[in-house]
């Protein structure tokens, strides 16, 4: 035990208290981890009188650490071990927890349509308990409705953590020491950092400072960071609307080079000169990477003895101090170790304050799905006999995985669907009607963006082509229009028809419905009226023409048989003039 327990009156330094539970630990030792954007975690080692305790006394309780410092840490017990027992105590190791850890152990799969970052953030937060005392969004932008947000095999925690980054939003934890509860601010600014925090540089003196609170042993890292950030995405909704933008942010790094990052993705490419450029515009996000970049050029370590010390908060050390002090150290991660018989050890990581740019928590990268998914058409009407489309062309479906209640026909945001030809008003499209089976593949593997690959055939939809007309190529519609190639060797035929009138065009070898043969050659047949009509005139002949060789209007042998006619009708004349016959009588 140090001198330092000379300070103090004999009460502990550090007091654990476990809410509802009778178990009352001495505090043995602790290590504690705070940093933005991140749940804290405190690991506290303890001794008591119990033995054998019921892990249910103490996982999942509402529990305080309290410091004579000053500093209070309210969380929940998330992990009990234990280390030993003798004969008049038993050692335990404990996890005491931000709230927000406990999101770590909901692992979803999930579709928020229309709804801002902040909005989807909330209802996590709202499902998971926490309420309006519990958390505080204060942001200095409006964040957009987007179309789809994706939640994708990731629990809660990682999933908030992930759409935060996207856009830039880091939070930070206060303690609420009258609820003895963790709260958490989101924040996007310079603005709501903790201003006003002042301590002496000085190294501690040894064991008679008067255990004043202090910050010492400055180090540093610089590092090259990338000078310009460029952005390009496609909108097919603005297919020929350009699309880029390039941000260098103004620092004191030195930099050099250029980043490109292709499909951030961004609906709008926003203006690159401006300094606050839309928000989630091409521009937005080539200022929010560069930003990141220059996160990573410079780094502060200090060691410390306050306690009140946490991440969020502006540090500004007191007397003659470096240059990358002066402006003082905003606080990205804090860590503390303490023990009954000596004094705190705080380590303090962060970033040279600046007014150009903000901290930004890491990019994580969206979860990717290189195959693709199950899903159906969806009609805001059940059984509906016609596809439901928007003036695009795009479909609604509902993903097999999605298990939300919403209406039939908003299950999912329209789809474009993948087509063998496409064009300006040409190309490809045989809707599909409710209840079809599709699969939605994504492009590039982004779970954001979505789209219809082909439809496939079910046990509710069964293929019309199967073992028993594995010989038939056939296009059929819902109302039974029908293009039918047969490839059965010497039964070849084609079959063009539509229920209308039972009209029907009918070459090679012709069957009936149960495949019973009625003839071969050509038919064209309706139960309806009939028309042929031709401007340019009009061939019709019962003259052979083997293996459609020749041309289409050949004729030669009709010509023949013509003049062979009016021949015979020259000789029949000249009978009936030798026969003195009338012309009436011919």
């Not at 005491?96 to 909005?119: I, K």
């Not at 006003?196 to 202090?214: I, K, N, Q």
Request: glycine fraction near 6%.
């Amino acid at each position: 035990m140090d001198n330092w327990s000379a300070l103090f009156d004999g009460q502990s330094r550090y007091v654990l208290e476990i809410n509802n539970s009778p178990l009352r630990p001495d505090v043995l030792r602790f290590r504690g981890r705070e940093a933005l954007s991140e749940p804290f975690s405190w690991d506290i080692e303890f001794t008591t009188l119990q033995a054998n305790i019921p892990p249910e006394q103490v996982l999942m309780k509402y529990a305080s650490l309290r410091m004579r410092g000053g500093k209070n840490v309210h969380g929940m017990v998330t992990r009990l071990e234990w280390l030993s027992t003798s004969k008049d105590q038993s050692h335990y190791r404990l996890t005491l927890s931000s709230r927000l850890a406990l999101l770590g152990y909901t692992r979803q799969c999930a579709v928020f349509q229309n709804q801002s970052v902040p909005e989807v953030v909330e209802q996590v937060l709202r499902q998971h308990g926490l309420e309006g005392a519990d958390f505080e969004f204060r942001l200095e932008r409006t964040y957009p409705p987007r179309e789809l947000i994706t939640q994708w095999r990731e629990t809660d925690l990682q999933f908030i953590q992930r759409i935060l980054s996207e856009v830039g939003i880091y939070w930070r934890t206060e303690m609420d020491n009258v609820r003895g509860l963790d709260t958490y601010i989101f924040a996007d600014s310079q603005l709501n950092y903790q201003f006003d925090v002042r301590l002496p540089y000085s190294e501690p003196s040894g064991l008679f400072d008067g255990a004043a609170e202090s910050v010492w042993d400055v180090r540093t890292w610089h590092r090259i960071a990338t000078g310009t950030v460029a952005t390009r995405d496609y909108n097919y909704r603005t297919a020929t609307t350009p699309m880029d933008a390039t941000v260098s942010v103004r620092s004191d790094a030195v930099t050099t080079g250029e980043h490109y990052r292709y499909a951030a993705p961004y609906r709008d490419a926003g203006d690159d000169t401006s300094p606050e450029p839309e928000t989630e515009s091409g521009a937005f996000y080539a200022r929010l990477h560069h930003e990141r970049e220059l996160n990573r050029s410079a780094r502060i370590h200090l060691f410390s003895n306050a306690a009140h010390l946490t991440p969020g908060q502006v540090l500004e050390p007191q007397g003659d101090v470096i240059t990358a002090l002066q402006e003082g150290v905003i606080l990205t991660l804090v860590t503390f170790r303490g023990a009954r018989d000596s004094r705190l050890h705080v380590s303090v990581w962060g970033l040279p304050y600046t007014e150009r740019y903000c901290f930004r928590p890491a990019e994580i990268p969206r979860p990717e799905i290189h195959g693709t998914l199950p899903a159906r058409t969806e009609s805001r009407e059940k059984n509906d006999i016609y596809a439901h489309l928007d003036e695009q062309g795009r479909y609604r479906v509902r993903l097999d995985f999605d298990r939300s209640d919403s209406e039939p026909g908003y299950g999912y945001l329209w789809l474009r669907m993948a087509k063998p030809y496409a064009g300006d008003t040409l190309g490809w499209h045989t809707p599909l009607i409710d209840g079809t089976e599709v699969a939605i593949a994504f492009s590039n593997g982004d779970i954001d963006l979505p789209y219809i690959a082909y439809a496939l055939h079910d046990s509710e939809h069964p293929d019309h082509v199967n073992r028993d007309n594995h010989t038939r190529n056939i296009l059929r519609t819902p109302a039974n229009n029908k293009l039918r190639m047969e490839d059965k060797r010497g039964e070849e035929h084609i079959k063009l028809a539509t229920e209308y009138g039972k009209t029907q065009l009918n070459t090679g070898h012709l069957v009936g419905s149960q495949g019973q043969r009625r003839g071969q050659g050509s038919e064209l047949r309706t139960d309806e009226w009939g028309a042929l009509r031709a401007g340019k005139g009009l061939f019709v002949s019962a003259d052979a023409q083997p293996k459609a060789q020749g041309d289409a209007l050949d004729m030669d042998a009709a010509l023949k048989e013509i003049d062979r006619l009016n021949q015979q009708l020259q000789q029949l004349e000249m009978a009936a003039e030798q026969a003195l016959a009338l012309k009436a009588d011919v």
